[in-house]
Structures are given as C-alpha cells and as structure tokens.
C-alpha cells in the first residue's frame, strides 16, 4: 500500500515540476521575445523597352520589419544599397553576369540571383537569356535544293509590310492559311469568290516565290451548305467536281501543286478513312476521283495527299501510303504536315516518313513545319534550355529532308513567320514559341537550327 502511495506521487511529480517551472518563468522574465523572421531576397528583371542594353530590377522582397537590400549587378563593383523604385542598370560589355539581391535582417541573410546573358550582335541584352540568332545566311539561298516555304494572307499581301517584306527575303515558297480552302473559295452553292487567293497567287507570281495550292477538300474546311447538300448523291459529285476542275483551271500555269485531299484518314483504332461527307456521299473512292479531276485539270501541276502524325503515329503512317499506293499515277507526293514537339517524334520515325516516300519514288513535301517548345503547357517563356532543344529539333528535321535524293525533294514549308502568329495558341489554348522568329521579327535559334540542319 505504501509503495503504490509512493508510486502515485512520482507519477504526478514530472507535471508539478513542469508548472513550477512555467510559473516561474513568467514571474521572473522581462517582454516576451517574438524571434525574428528572416525575410526572402526576390526580385523579377525586364529589359527596359527603350533601350536594349539597359536591365530594370524591380526589388519584391517577401517579408515584414526592417530589412536592408543591396544590389551585386554582377559587373565587378561594390554593393549598391536598393532604392526606392525601380533599379536601371546599363549592361555594355558582352558576356555572362550574375545578377544577386541580398537582403539582410536581424535574423541573418537571403539571396536572389539571375543570369543575365549580354549579346551586342543580338542587339544587346538577351531576353530570358535566349540570345537570337546572328545567322546571316538566308533560308531559301541556303537551301539550295528545295523551296522554303511559308504561308501567308491576302490581308498581308495586300498590305505589304515588315512581314512580307521578311517572307520575300527568306523564303522561296507560299502557301495561303486558310484563304485557298473549299469554306472560303466555294461558300454558297453555284458561288465562287477567288478574290484572296487570286490576290496570294499573284503575289507569289509576281515575286518569283513558288505557289502551293492547299487545300482542295478538307473536312475541317467544309462549308455548311456542302455538308447539308440538299441533292442527290450523284449531284454531290457533280458539284466537287465542277469546284475542283474550276480552281485548279483557274490557277494553271500558276500553282506549282495542289493538296487534293488533307486529312482524310481518322485517327481512331486502324485509322480507316475519316467519314467525311465526301465518303458519305461519294464512298471510299471520293479521293481517287478528286485526283483524277485535278489532274485532268492541270497535267502539270504536282498532286499531293497532305496528312498530320505521319511521323509520330506508324498506323496512320501505314493507312497514308497505302491510299498513296492506291493513286498510282495520279499522285506525286506526300505531304506529311510536321506539326511537332521539340522532344518529339523520334528521329527514326521521321525518316521512316522520308524512307517511305522516296522507296515509292514520290516527292517529299514536309508540310506545316512548326516545332512546340512548351506542349505540356509548364513554361512561362521561352526558356534557353528549351530554345536550345527546340533547335536541336529543327535541324534534325532539316537534316532528315535535305538528306533525300535530289528527285524526292520539293519543299519544307514553315507553318508561320512569327512566334505571336502560331495558330497553336488558338489551337491548344496556351502560349507557345513553336516557330523561327521573335515578335519583334528577330532570329530565334531555332533559325540557326535550320541552317545547321543543311550543312
Ligand atoms: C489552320 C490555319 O493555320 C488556321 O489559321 C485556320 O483557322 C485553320 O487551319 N492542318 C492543316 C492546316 O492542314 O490547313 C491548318 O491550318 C492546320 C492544321
């Protein structure tokens, strides 16, 4: 009994001791000390828009009480004490530099630190340390063996411009958007309006740049009034026909070659032909006959079969030459539009587009080029480890091309000028810098990737 007595009390005496203790202490001390909290060093950098040499540092230091900031601008000097505002700071010399904030309170020091990347023959400082390209061979000269080609608009044709002026110089081929489409050509029954491309088709005429004509029947570019056709079956076909014959008339002599039919081939499970209103209501045999219309139309006009995923889907690829193999002779290329990623397709899947096309003896057309640096939509800019890959994926893709027997070669055609121009920012819902150059209608690196790839 006396031992459980005991045992009870050396229980409890931990917890009397603790309250002592605390009692004590808050008889005995002074304030209570709230530690102090370090503060974190951040700061975001811009290149100032009125002159390119000059660096803007906007201090933006999370935190509360009193804190210094002291600038390393990286150049050599001493610390500059952060002012109030927004620092302006000139870079001259070329090279790298580290930008630090360091920001110091009682509790001890933070650091934010940048690279910054100064190219006097990019025209100064280098944004998100992307440097442009300083190449000055020009695309359609270097690429002595096809066109380079890009599109255009009437719109821009017509107004005339820095852009046209660029697409003049560097490339040697034109294709139309979306202005040589059966939806913009044909948009009422017995209506044709030929008014934009008559005006891109001069352009390219007058300006020696080869013309491609795109695209004759594409499901995308239906008009209405061709989707709920009220005929009969039979007038359906006369109507397509009558449209085919009409156009492809009307720019003989002029129009190099023709997509007759883009995508046509679904991409579901065994990619089976995409069940178009053409295939409802002229059956399978739709394309064979718009061939034979257009190149009965114009025998010299080079007919090609245009298509998406050639490279990165082999079953797609495999339904696209067997419909290529079904044309014989009235068809003389393919058209595989190389709307990709810079980290994919592989290399080997795009030449098995090359190899495919060549071992049939047909021209190659690697249409619709442009190369998404940001797909997974995790990018704010363009980084330049992200430039560098996208780069590396342009000249692969170059290099594949130009590596084909001179007989297989007809163009390469960049799907866009300027980066703010893509149709994949509409297309995917998120920014991306899929082409060659810059807004401000600077070379990327990815330019110099395309001249790699020819070397
Ligand atoms: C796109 C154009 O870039 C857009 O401006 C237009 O709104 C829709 O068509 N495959 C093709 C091209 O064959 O014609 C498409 O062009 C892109 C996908």
Redesign the pocket.
Known sequence: MKFKNLFNILKVLPLFLLIISCGSEEVNDGPIIIPVAKVQAAFNMSISSTDPNVLLLDNRTVGTGDFTSKWDFGKGGSFVLDQPGIEEVRYDTDGTFSVRLIVENSAGLTVDAKTVIVDSKSGGICPNGVCGSTNSSILKDAAATFFVGN?TRSSRVNSGGKHTELLKTYFSSITS??EM?MDRMHPSEGNFDFTAADAIVNFGVENGINVHG??LI?H??TPDWVKNFSGSDAEFEVMVKNYIVTTVTRYKGKIASW?VV??AIDDGSGNPLRNSIFKQKMGDDYIKKCYQWAREADPDCLLFY?D?NMASTPSKRAAMFKIVDSLGDLIDGVGA?M?INYNFPSKANIQAVADGTVSRGLKLHF??LDIRANPDNNQTSLTAERANLQKAKFAEVVKIYNSIPLENKYALTV??LRDNET?LT??WGHIDWPLMFNEDYSKKPAYDGFIEGLQ
Request: hydrophobic content about 35%; glycine content about 4%; overall charge negative.
């Open positions: 599109i958007e979306y489409k795109h695209a594409w995308n570019a997509d883009n995508e245009n998406y539009q709307h249409a619709e799907w866009g149709w509409d297309f």
